[in-house]
């Protein structure tokens, strides 16, 4: 499947809400209404692409987020403020905040990084 994701401009609404605790606030990219190459997405799947975004920008990070005494984290935090991360598709909590879609996920929720979100697509089953 060609990338729903064609460009990697997000919106990053002012006086955002900052996380607390291990959480990580995320801003997802719009779906456009096509893709890269033209095809026009029919309403369900852009509405269903929406939903399992999988590709987020990281906007803030909670202050106990990557504790450095814990095992799992020893190499140090696996994202950053800016960073472009995959997620798990319906990971964490989905909310719009000042017209724009956000998630707080949990700090281990980061799966990746990406260096270009436009290559990103969700396999077919």
């Known amino acids: 499947m060609t990338s729903v994701y064609s460009t990697a401009e997000v919106v990053v609404p002012q006086n955002h809400p900052m996380p607390t605790g291990y959480h990580i606030l995320v801003v997802l990219p ?6 890269k190459g033209g095809v026009i997405l029919p309403t369900d799947i852009k509405n ?8 987020a920008k990281v906007v803030a ?6 504790p450095e005494g814990e095992a799992r984290f020893r190499n140090g935090a696996w994202c950053q403020i800016d960073d472009w991360v995959l997620i798990s598709k ?12 956000m998630r707080l996920i949990n700090d281990d929720s980061v799966l990746a990084t ?8 969700r396999a077919n089953s």
């Open 90 to 101: 319906y990971s964490g909590h989905r909310f719009e905040y000042d017209n724009v879609e």
């Open 48 to 55: 269903r692409e929406d939903i399992a975004s999988i590709v």
């Open 30 to 35: 719009k779906v456009e209404d096509k893709t």
């Open 114 to 121: 990406v260096s270009n979100p436009t290559k990103v697509s």
């Open 61 to 66: 990070v909670g202050p106990d987020a990557y």
